[in-house]
């Protein structure tokens, strides 16, 4: 989650600073995989597997 939440920051800020697209898909894979932490998060606080 919070790795996630590093990597998006990092491929908006690269993508703003240094008008590359390319950037962006580094901060969609931050996305993805903070939303798959809060996902996984949510079902350990609910008593699920993880």
């Known amino acids: 989650m919070f790795a ?3 990597l998006a920051l990092a491929g908006a ?3 703003s ?3 590359e697209p ?3 898909w580094l901060a ?3 996305v ?5 932490g809060w996902v996984r ?3 350990a606080q609910r008593g699920g597997a993880a």
Do not use: P
Not at 32 to 36: P, S
């Open 41 to 43: 998060y949510s079902r």
């Open 22 to 24: 390319s950037w962006r």
């Open 28 to 30: 969609t894979g931050g």
């Open 13 to 15: 800020g690269l993508a």
């Open 4 to 6: 996630g939440i590093a």
């Open 32 to 36: 993805l995989a903070q939303v798959i």
């Open 17 to 19: 600073l240094l008008d």
